[in-house]
């Protein structure tokens, strides 16, 4: 059995210090200098040096943690798992490949594969208790609701995974449960929207087929798909894996940082992806894009209204790739060659093309570095491949699962773990006298 990856050999290396000027003090600081030279002022002993703390909203400029996941360089479009280009992984990886190099730092052996299937297999199945959830909730529910709710119930059927302590065959029957539990429950949840049948798992199929099987088969007719769909799904996944500290991922490292077990922290990162300038985006780039094609604003005008910051054009821009995001790229090459195979066209991908090329050649757009993210092609991707609009942050879930599972047991075996907890600049009232309840005027 592989034992789990200790850190990169080069990082954490303090190569030098800083030295910070404040109105009353001084103060020499540690600089901490990652494997791609990537230079970091360690604040960690400020406020004891100097009585002051770091103000920095949206964390725009903190690092806060040291990870060997994933490395992304923004301005150059590189995004690496474990050191691999993305390109590399995307072309020629399966998903559970890289699920397992992203958690356990090297990509796996054929054995070790083999049986990791075999638990995914294993853990297929949902308890029987858990097909009560779901018929108490309501057949419209959201199922990104649905997801987050039952990952963390699934932690009611597993208690011999809720400890933290894990070693490494312990976290990988964590990793098989959670992967293998998230594509039953999204395929249950997307069956009971169409008050159909709940299609029982396939031991026999791949990763991705099963899911497939799951989604679309009938008990009258078997969904068995052509290669191209599963390798397109494959890549999605492969794509949406991980993205080293964005807001899921630090959402599930800070409810880790607690000690919470692995189902709730899951559940947690789901939770954070729901919203629309983050997972949510997938769907909300379809819901812009077929309301241009209803009618409504042509490119142009859209391109404008987003100038005139009435309108945020979804799917573009990104907190770290201020020159292009790779995975855009491999998906839009996707796009083209799926439909290719299938003999289908989509008018959406016309449409986001044509905004694309406009909003790339917009002085706007290129002063503020914004371009097509992850989420610009991906679902039409996904439309294609037959997957519902409300079931689109759903698969983003799904993809991104490994990637947490990596980040919250990279947390849990860090030296310097302590529990996350900001402190704030309070703005409020100063101190106040307590008015009664008698003595209160309008
Ligand atoms: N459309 C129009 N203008 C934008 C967009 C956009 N999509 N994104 C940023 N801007 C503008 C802002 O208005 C701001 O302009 P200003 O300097 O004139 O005020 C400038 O670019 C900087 O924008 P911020 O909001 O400060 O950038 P931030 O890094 O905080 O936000 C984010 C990043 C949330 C991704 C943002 O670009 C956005 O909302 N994009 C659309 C939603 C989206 O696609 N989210 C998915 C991101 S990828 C993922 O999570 C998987």
């Known amino acids: 059995m592989q034992p789990a990856p200790a850190p990169a050999p080069d990082a954490d290396t303090q190569r030098a210090s800083a030295r910070v000027q404040l109105p009353e003090v001084e103060v020499d600081l540690p600089v901490i200098v990652g494997t791609e030279d990537e230079h970091a002022v360690d604040i960690s002993r400020f406020r004891d040096k100097t009585g002051y703390v770091t103000l920095d909203p949206g964390f725009g400029n903190t690092a806060a943690c040291k990870s060997a996941i994933t490395y992304i360089d923004g301005e150059q479009g590189i995004l690496r798992y474990r050191g691999y280009p993305i390109e590399e992984l995307a072309e020629t990886s399966t998903f559970v490949e890289v699920a397992l190099l992203l958690i356990f730092g090297e990509l796996p052996t054929k054995e070790r594969l083999e049986r990791f299937r075999g638990m995914l297999t294993d853990e297929q199945l949902l308890h029987e208790g858990m097909r009560y959830h779901f018929e108490g909730f309501p057949s419209h529910g959201h199922p990104m609701a649905m997801l987050s709710a039952m990952i963390n119930a699934c932690g009611c059927y597993h208690p011999e995974l809720l400890s933290s302590e894990m070693d490494d065959e312990r976290l990988l029957r964590a990793t098989a449960t959670v992967m293998s539990k998230v594509c039953t429950i999204a395929a249950f949840s ?3 929207t169409k008050g159909q049948r709940m299609e029982y798992p396939d031991p026999s199929l ?21 290669l191209q769909v599963v390798r397109a799904l494959t890549k999605f996944l492969i794509l949406h894996a991980d993205h080293e500290q964005n807001c899921s991922t630090s959402t599930v490292r800070m409810v880790g940082s607690s000690g919470a077990n692995v189902f709730a922290s899951v559940a947690s990162g789901v939770c954070a992806l729901w919203g629309p300038l983050h997972g949510g985006a997938n769907m909300a780039v379809i819901e812009m894009l077929q309301e241009i094609q209803a009618g409504g604003d042509d490119p142009k005008t859209v391109v404008a209204k987003v100038k005139d910051k009435k309108f945020r054009l979804m799917g573009f821009g990104h907190r770290v790739y201020k020159n292009f995001d790779p995975r855009s790229k491999i998906l839009e090459k996707t796009c083209t060659e799926l439909f290719d195979v299938l003999g289908v066209s989509d008018p ?40 519902p609009l409300n079931m689109f942050t759903v698969m983003f879930s799904i993809g991104r699962v490994p990637g947490w599972i990596a980040h919250w047991y990279e947390l849990y075996g860090d030296p310097d773990r302590r529990i996350c907890r900001p402190r704030q600049i309070y703005t409020g009232a100063g101190k106040r006298e307590y008015v009664p309840m008698d003595a209160r005027r309008c």
Request: hydrophobic letters at 40%; proline letters at 6%.
């Open 190 to 192: 997307y069956k009971m």
């Open 206 to 226: 791949s990763y991705c087929r099963n899911f497939l099987h799951m989604m679309f088969s009938k008990p009258h007719r078997r969904y068995d798909p052509p």
């Open 348 to 387: 959406l991908l016309d449409t986001a093309r044509e905004l694309a090329s406009i909003a790339l050649t917009d002085d706007y757009f290129l002063e503020r570095k914004l371009y097509p993210n992850v989420d610009f092609y991906s679902g039409i991707i996904l439309r294609a491949l037959g997957i």
